[in-house]
T-cell receptor, first 111, second 113 residues
Framework: GIQVEQSPPDLILQEGANSTLRCNFS?????LQWFHQNPWGQLINLFY???GTKQNGRLSATTVATERYSLLYISSSQTTDSGVYFC?????????????FGKGTKLSVIP | EPEVTQTPSHQVTQMGQEVILRCVPI?????FYWYRQILGQKVEFLVS????????KSEIFDDQFSVERPDGSNFTLKIRSTKLEDSAMYFC???????????FGQGTRLTVV
């Protein structure tokens, strides 16, 4: 099946700093989503971005499908940004319905 | 804003007991999913469901598990004879099609003792 690698696994930032999280995937995809898992365990949708660039406030994401990677940018980080960020992909091909998740990037933003 | 809702938020059960986890997907969505996340690990796909039948399942989804859409709104995951290793957060999700954005519920934390 498709492989999803996220980097870095852990990241510690000072409040106000910027960061870039990376997601590499091993095959063609027709779905790519970024999630934030908060301390209560909820998966919060950040972006649905199988290709192109999107922005939402301090967060933006870019997916270069032909090169099989996606980037999540967090600017002016806040303590509430802490948590685990997951990339999940849906592989192209008939009959594939699942999202395959990476292991996540654990972000800690300190005051 | 429409959302996927799951009940209960936390369930504790004794090993060997049966549990039913419940989900109400977003009303105009046609595809439904269950995922699980063992503590500290990544989220894993269990099963997808469309048109009242399973469309895809992982190797985790063995005979111990079953899914059902008992009425027009609910979607359930049944785990027969629970094991300690079934302890995990279980997420329900739904989407309009397999290639569109999937929305996840808040999860049910299952603890098997």
């Amino acid at each position: 099946g498709i492989q999803v690698e996220q980097s870095p696994p852990d990241l510690i930032l000072q409040e106000g700093a910027n960061s870039t999280l990376r997601c590499n995937f091993s095959d063609s995809v027709n779905n790519l989503q970024w999630f934030h898992q908060n301390p209560w365990g909820q998966l919060i949708n950040l972006f649905y971005i199988p290709s192109g660039t999107k922005q939402n406030g301090r967060l933006s994401a870019t997916t270069v499908a032909t090169e099989r990677y996606s980037l999540l940018y967090i600017s002016s980080s806040q303590t509430t940004d802490s948590g685990v960020y997951f990339c999940a992909v849906g592989a192209s091909g008939a009959g594939s319905y699942q999202l395959t998740f990476g292991k996540g990037t654990k972000l800690s933003v300190i005051p | 804003e429409p959302e996927v809702t799951q009940t209960p938020s936390h369930q504790v059960t004794q090993m060997g007991q049966e549990v039913i986890l419940r989900c109400v997907p977003i009303s105009n969505h046609l595809y439904f999913y269950w995922y699980r996340q063992i503590l500290g690990q990544k989220v894993e796909f269990l099963v997808s469901f469309y048109n009242n039948e399973i469309s895809e399942k992982s190797e985790i989804f063995d005979d111990q598990f079953s899914v059902e859409r008992p009425d027009g709104s609910n979607f359930t995951l049944k785990i027969r004879s629970t094991k300690l290793e079934d302890s995990a957060m279980y997420f329900c999700a739904s989407s309009i099609t397999p290639n569109t954005e999937a929305f996840f519920g808040q999860g049910t934390r299952l603890t098997v003792v």
